[in-house]
């Protein structure tokens, strides 16, 4: 199973930016597919997840409102759609998969980390 994730960048608090994960050698139909990240000096949290099967969709109440997690169900590539950027969002997004509860130890599959910068 390999999980690439990209679109992390530098951006203004106020900012959007859009996260893609596209994932390979296998399907996750049955499990989520999600985003945690770490921030600097923090340990890893959860963003958002997605159930692949049906579109359900849930929120850190950090991000909620703000963020929106969606699947291209044609293929296998996920997205984090960010806007109303805070500083406090900074960190390492990572892309996970084949999850049931937003636990990052219950987590059996991560994509490498895209940074996310947000200058104040």
């Known amino acids: 199973v390999q999980l690439q994730a990209s679109g992390g960048g530098v951006v203004q608090a106020g900012g959007s930016l859009r996260l893609s994960c596209a994932a390979s050698?296998?399907?996750?139909?049955?499990?989520?597919m999600g985003w945690f990240r770490r921030a600097p000096g923090k340990e890893r949290e959860f963003v958002a997840r997605?159930?692949?099967?049906?579109?359900?969709?849930s929120y850190a109440d950090s991000v909620k409102g703000r963020f929106t997690i969606s699947r291209d169900s044609a293929g296998n590539t996920m997205y984090l759609q960010m806007d109303s950027l805070k500083p406090e969002d900074t960190g390492v997004y990572y892309c996970?998969?084949?999850?049931?509860?937003?636990?990052?130890?219950?987590?059996?599959?991560w994509g490498q980390g895209t940074l996310v910068t947000v200058s104040s």
């Open positions: 996970a998969a084949g999850f049931y509860r937003s636990i990052s130890a219950e987590v059996p599959y």
């Open positions: 050698g296998r399907t996750f139909s049955s499990t989520g």
């Open positions: 997605i159930r692949w099967s049906t579109g359900y969709t």
